[in-house]
T-cell receptor, first 112, second 112 residues
Framework: AQSVTQLDSQVPVFEEAPVELRCNYSSSVSVYLFWYVQYPNQGLQLLLKYLSGSTLVKGINGFEAEFNKSQTSFHLRKPSVHISDTAEYFCADGGSNYKLTFGKGTLLTVNP | NAGVTQTPKFQVLKTGQSMTLQCAQDMNHEYMSWYRQDPGMGLRLIHYSVGAGITDQGEVPNGYNVSRSTTEDFPLRLLSAAPSQTSVYFC???????????FGPGTRLTVL
């Protein structure tokens, strides 16, 4: 069964600092990878997705992620975070069976 | 487009009661799914449907029932509510199962 591991449950950073949220997936066949963001008391919103092609994927709000097949990773990055980026971030894998498997989430807290 | 809508937003039940969580989408998506979100657990798939008349179990199906009589609607039924079903429930839809999923705003359910 496919699995998604988010290596950090919480990441505190200061405003304007860079951030990386780590994600590893387990699918051995073709992968569809996603990052979602959840603001407090809201549903999930897609940040970016990798289906094929360029391994560097750009998303909304200045986020980007890099697909690394050899390391089975899909880390999310932003060069300079804002207070408004405080939210929970979920990595997900569409894998080979057309069902999304989510990681347990990383809570990003941006402090002034 | 309203996207994915869910009702109710909040619900409190007593142990043993039954209820139906409603989900509808107006994007003509074939794939719909129900997740529950619990602290530190990420999102776990309860049931999903790949089209009208077709449903299947996800990771945590026990205690829940679904049906898909139309493309638009995918209700989730709790047959006999238990405190372990206290959670936030999200409905999602997509063009196909492994693709980007669009999420509803969620239903926060408390079972006493």
């Amino acid at each position: 069964a496919q699995s998604v591991t988010q290596l950090d449950s919480q990441v505190p950073v200061f405003e304007e600092a860079p951030v990386e949220l780590r994600c590893n997936y387990s699918s051995s066949v073709s992968v569809y990878l996603f990052w979602y963001v959840q603001y407090p008391n809201q549903g999930l919103q897609l940040l970016l997705k990798y289906l094929s092609g360029s391994t560097l994927v750009k998303g909304i709000n200045g986020f980007e992620a890099e697909f690394n097949k050899s390391q089975t990773s899909f880390h999310l990055r932003k060069p300079s975070v804002h207070i408004s980026d405080t939210a929970e971030y979920f990595c997900a894998d569409g894998g080979s069976n057309y069902k999304l498997t989510f990681g347990k989430g990383t809570l990003l807290t941006v402090n002034p | 487009n309203a996207g994915v809508t869910q009702t109710p937003k909040f619900q409190v039940l007593k142990t043993g009661q039954s209820m139906t969580l409603q989900c509808a989408q107006d994007m003509n998506h074939e794939y719909m799914s129900w997740y529950r979100q619990d602290p530190g657990m990420g999102l776990r798939l309860i049931h999903y449907s790949v089209g009208a008349g077709i449903t299947d179990q996800g990771e945590v199906p026990n205690g829940y029932n679904v049906s898909r009589s139309t493309t638009e609607d995918f209700p989730l039924r709790l047959l006999s509510a238990a405190p372990s079903q206290t959670s936030v429930y999200f409905c999602a839809s997509s063009y196909e199962g492994g693709d980007e999923q669009f999420f509803g705003p969620g239903t926060r359910l408390t079972v006493l």
